[in-house]
């Protein structure tokens, strides 16, 4: 057991450009999370799979963010048009199926200038 | 919608002695579950202790405790025998099958502990 792992764990970009980062989960565990954390605050629920199947999705993820989870194992994240209200810690999670306890990855911190 | 309040934006204990961070929530919802997570500076978000709605016993992990006081929807964490490494933000958290488990947390707690 490995832990969850996030790549990158830094990104800067420009206003404008696009990003995508990569989740890991833990490998027994079919479900993930993706969550956003601006400063300051406490991470708030973007999107949700089971396996590939995205089964719910936050007001907060606008069409210029899609997620992805394609053979049911690693996800990622994209956004399109970077803003600068995009910069935030985002972060991953994943669970087992029948468990209520979700594992958190390092996070991407992202940095729109 | 479910929420999770934390009234306390920074607390601060001296080390060895005893802290209390709340947590109240708001839910509709008769099964949930409910979380402390740790969030030290520049690292990931750790677990520290839950607490199952059905139980109405508290939860302890060695030093970490909670009060979960079902009525009155609170749900506060005491860290005995504060160390050093108990530096953290320290976020609780609410989740319930009803909400695929996703989790709602409240704002945080900054805890420094004072040597």
């Known amino acids: 057991d490995t832990g969850v792992s996030q790549d990158p764990r830094h990104k800067i970009t420009k206003r404008g450009q696009n990003v995508t980062f990569r989740c890991d989960p833990i490998?027994?565990?079919?479900?993930l999370y993706w969550y956003r954390q601006t400063l300051g605050q406490g991470p708030e629920f973007l999107t949700y799979f089971q396996n590939e199947a995205q089964l719910e999705k936050s007001r907060l993820l606008s069409d210029r963010f899609s997620a992805e989870r394609p053979k049911g194992s690693f996800s990622t994240l994209e956004i399109q048009r970077t803003e600068q209200g995009d910069s935030a810690m985002y972060l991953c999670?994943?669970?087992?199926?029948?468990?209520?306890?979700?594992?958190f990855g390092p996070g991407t911190r992202l940095t729109v200038t | 919608a479910q929420t999770v309040t934390q009234s306390q934006p920074e607390m601060s204990v001296q080390e060895a002695e005893t802290v209390t961070l709340s947590c109240t929530y708001d839910?509709?919802?008769?099964?949930?579950?409910l979380f402390w997570y740790k969030q030290p500076p520049s690292r990931q978000m750790i677990l520290v202790i839950r607490?199952?709605?059905?139980?109405?016993q508290n939860a302890t992990e060695n030093r970490f405790s909670v009060n979960f006081q079902k009525a009155a929807k609170s749900f506060s964490l005491k860290i005995s025998d504060s160390q050093l490494g108990d530096a953290a933000m320290y976020f609780c958290?609410?989740?319930?099958?009803?909400?695929?488990?996703?989790?709602?947390f409240g704002k945080g707690t900054l805890l420094t502990v004072n040597p």
């Open positions: 958290a609410y989740t319930s099958g009803g909400s695929n488990y996703k989790l709602t």
């Open positions: 999670a994943s669970r087992l199926d029948g468990s209520y306890e979700q594992y």
């Open positions: 607490q199952e709605a059905y139980k109405q």
């Open positions: 839910t509709s919802e008769s099964d949930y579950y």
């Open positions: 490998s027994e565990h079919n479900r």
